[in-house]
């Protein structure tokens, strides 16, 4: 068993919650609540993972996405503890530790200023959030394991006004779009990035 993903978010922002909420299929969160993201290999057993948290706390699932490679859950509650306990539980149910987690790497970072309006129509019609304007600019990042491109945005979205135009944080990587101001947008990478740099773990193979 490989934890990939192991984080848990204090405060999920707004607008990375109300993202949730309008892509994901489980029960919706609401900004500022407690987060857990959990990713795993392979990723059938996540359905063990969902169980486990379930039957030990009270906290919610709002994600739960099944590969066959990787598995990916996100709980949460109002409660900080509940969604901490729930985490325990799962790692005693996997036999694993917090340090057993991936280090998370940066596999692109890149910053396009002033979007032309061509690129940004195109950007907005496989987006599901913000939508992307000419002249802004625009972070993309891509992170593996894919599950920590969350931890990014939501201390991006703290650090920044910026505007979250997707995330997806399931499959091979990660991917973060955000849009804004240039100077704004400068801010919101250096967040993330510095944000994947705290998080300890143990380095991924090559």
């Avoid at 707004?14 to 969160?29: C, D």
């Avoid at 996405?65 to 149910?93: F, T």
């Amino acid at each position: 068993m490989e934890l990939r993903t192991y984080i848990f978010l204090d405060q999920l922002q707004p607008q990375l919650a109300s993202f949730m909420g309008k892509t994901a299929r489980g029960f919706l969160p609401v900004p500022y609540v407690a987060s857990l993201w959990v990713e795993i290999a392979p990723g059938i057993a996540i359905n063990r993972v969902t169980d486990t948290a379930l039957k030990a706390t009270r906290v919610t699932p709002a994600v739960q996405v099944v590969e066959r490679a990787y598995g990916l859950l996100e709980v949460h509650d109002y409660d900080q503890g509940q969604v901490r306990d729930a985490g325990k539980a799962i790692l005693d149910q996997l036999n694993l530790r917090e340090e057993e987690r991936l280090k998370p790497t940066v596999a692109s970072n890149q910053i396009i200023r002033a979007v032309e309006p061509y690129q940004a129509q195109l950007i907005n019609r496989n987006s599901q959030g913000n939508m992307l304007l000419p002249g802004q600019s625009l972070f993309i990042l891509e992170t593996s394991p894919a599950g920590y491109v969350v931890f990014a945005a939501n201390e991006a979205e703290k650090a920044a006004n910026v505007f979250l135009v997707n995330v997806r944080p399931y499959g091979q990587y990660g991917r973060l779009y955000m849009c804004g101001t240039e100077a704004e947008i400068d801010s919101a990478a250096s967040a993330a990035t510095a944000a994947l740099e705290s998080i300890t773990g143990v380095e991924k193979s090559k």
